[in-house]
C-alpha cells in the first residue's frame, strides 16, 4: 500500500509516478491525478531530487545510536552552512543526479531560479529550527568543549548557574543562593576529574561521562542536570530499535505478554545484545528459592 512506502527515502519518484499512472488509468484516482501532474513537472521534479540529496545526509546524520542534543545541533548548523556553500554561491555544486535530472529535461525550463528560491527557503526554515545559542547553557556539558588546551578555573560556570535557574522548580531545589554556590562548586571539582579521566582514556564519549557522574555521591546534586542533558535524545534511533526488539518478541504466538513480563524480556535482550552476561545457574537458583 502506498501509505507504507517511504517513497522519497528510497529514491522512488519514478515509482510513484508508474503508481500513479496506473491508478489514473486503472481507476481514474483524482489524488493520483494530481500527484502525476506535479511529479512530471520539470521544476517538480528536479526539486524532489535536489531534496532527496539534502535529506539523505540529514538522515544518516541525525538517525545515529546515542546522538545528543549537543552534537544534533552543532551537525545542524554545520549542514545548513555546508548547504548554502554548496547550492546558494555563484558556483552551484549539483550532485550527478540533479544535473542528469536538468538535461533530460527543455533547456527552456527555469529550473535554476526555483530551485534557488525552493533551497534559500529550506535553510531559512532549518536556521528557525536551529537558532543560535540555544543550547549555550549545555555546553558545561559538552565533553569535547571540557577538553581545552588550557582550562580555566570559572569555565562555563555561568551556563551552570542558567541551568539552576532553568530547572530549580522542576528538580525541586532549594530557592536561595545555596544550591547554586553548591552545584557550582560541584562543577569545579568535576571538570578537572572529567579531563584526568579523559586524559587517561578512562573516559573517551558522552555515555561514559554520564555513567561516571550518576556513580559518583560527590556530583549527587550536579547529576541531576547531567541525567537531563542524557535524556535529551536527539535521534529517534533508539526508539525505532525498541519498537523492532518488542516486535520480534511479542509475535502472533506470543501476543498475550502483557506490560510488566514484555518490559522484562526488552531489557533481558537488550542486555544480551550489549554483551552482558547472563549466569542461568544464579537465576534459577533464584527461581526456585522465590518459587
Known amino acids: 500500500p502506498l501509505n507504507e512506502v517511504h517513497w522519497l527515502s528510497r529514491h522512488f519518484v519514478d515509482v510513484l509516478v508508474?503508481?500513479?499512472?496506473?491508478?489514473?488509468?486503472?481507476?481514474?484516482?483524482?489524488?493520483?491525478?494530481?500527484?502525476?501532474?506535479?511529479?512530471?513537472?520539470?521544476?517538480?521534479?528536479?526539486?524532489?531530487?535536489?531534496?532527496?540529496?539534502?535529506?539523505?545526509?540529514?538522515?544518516?546524520?541525525?538517525?545515529?545510536?546515542?546522538?545528543?542534543?549537543?552534537e544534533a545541533y552543532r551537525y545542524a548548523k554545520a549542514k545548513i552552512a555546508k548547504f548554502r556553500s554548496q547550492y546558494l554561491r555563484e558556483k552551484v555544486h549539483w550532485s550527478e543526479k540533479v544535473k542528469q535530472q536538468m538535461a533530460s529535461f527543455d533547456k527552456t525550463v527555469d529550473t535554476r531560479g526555483v530551485l534557488h528560491f525552493f533551497i534559500s527557503e529550506l535553510c531559512e526554515h532549518l536556521d528557525c529550527r536551529f537558532p543560535e545559542n540555544e543550547l549555550q547553557e549545555w555546553s558545561a556539558f559538552n565533553i569535547e568543549a571540557l577538553f581545552p588546551v588550557k582550562f580555566d578555573y570559572g569555565y562555563d560556570t555561568e551556563n551552570v548557574i542558567k541551568l539552576v535557574g532553568k530547572y530549580q522548580a522542576v528538580l525541586n531545589l532549594p530557592t536561595d543562593?545555596?544550591?547554586?554556590?553548591?552545584?557550582?562548586?560541584?562543577?569545579?571539582?568535576?571538570?578537572?576529574?572529567?579531563v584526568e579521566k579523559m586524559k587517561a582514556g578512562a573516559i573517551k564519549t558522552f555515555a561514559n561521562m554520564v555513567t561516571y557522574t550518576l556513580k559518583e555521591e560527590q556530583?549527587?546534586?550536579?547529576?541531576?542536570?547531567?541525567?537531563?542533558?542524557?535524556?535529551?535524545?536527539?535521534?529517534?534511533?533508539?526508539?525505532?530499535?525498541?519498537?523492532?526488539?518488542m516486535n520480534q518478541i511479542k509475535t502472533k504466538s506470543c501476543n498475550r505478554l502483557e506490560v510488566n513480563h514484555m518490559d522484562q524480556l526488552i531489557k533481558i535482550r537488550y542486555y544480551l545484545i550489549a554483551n552482558g552476561d547472563v549466569n542461568l545457574d544464579k537465576i534459577y537458583h533464584h527461581w526456585t528459592t522465590e518459587k
Do not use: W
Not at 32 to 50: E, F, G, R
Open 219 to 245: 556530583f549527587t546534586d550536579l547529576a541531576q542536570f547531567v541525567d537531563i542533558c542524557a535524556t535529551f535524545q536527539a535521534s529517534s534511533a533508539e526508539c525505532k530499535h525498541g519498537f523492532s526488539l
Open 18 to 70: 508508474d503508481y500513479c499512472i496506473m491508478e489514473v488509468n486503472e481507476n481514474n484516482y483524482p489524488v493520483a491525478k494530481n500527484c502525476l501532474k506535479k511529479l512530471t513537472d520539470p521544476q517538480y521534479h528536479i526539486a524532489l531530487t535536489v531534496l532527496d540529496d539534502m535529506l539523505s545526509e540529514l538522515c544518516q546524520t541525525f538517525q545515529r545510536s546515542c546522538l545528543t542534543t549537543i
Open 177 to 194: 543562593g545555596s544550591i547554586s554556590e553548591c552545584i557550582c562548586k560541584q562543577y569545579t571539582d568535576y571538570k578537572f576529574i572529567i
